[in-house]
């Protein structure tokens, strides 16, 4: 839910954001960092956190 709403708040972000302007760079690297962030988070999750909850998932099947 976070990874999402934030990547549909930064979608939103680029869409209004006025792109007119020269100098650009600070907001253009606030954009792009943004987006690393959120797909870290996403990956961090995939290859952490999931597989986390199948092994405790496991182990508490195991003993009940």
């Known amino acids: 839910f976070t ?3 934030t990547c549909c708040f930064l979608l ?3 869409f209004l954001f006025n792109w007119s ?4 760079t600070y ?3 606030l ?3 943004s ?3 959120s797909w870290s988070e996403a990956w961090f999750l995939d290859f ?3 597989p986390q909850e199948r092994q405790a998932a496991m182990y ?3 003993k009940s």
Request: glycine share 0%; aromatic share 8%.
């Open 3 to 5: 990874t999402t709403s």
């Open 12 to 14: 939103v972000k680029i």
């Open 21 to 24: 302007n020269i100098d650009a």
């Open 27 to 29: 907001p253009v690297m």
């Open 31 to 33: 954009v792009l960092s």
């Open 35 to 37: 987006f690393i962030l």
């Open 48 to 50: 952490r956190v999931v």
């Open 60 to 62: 508490y099947s195991r």
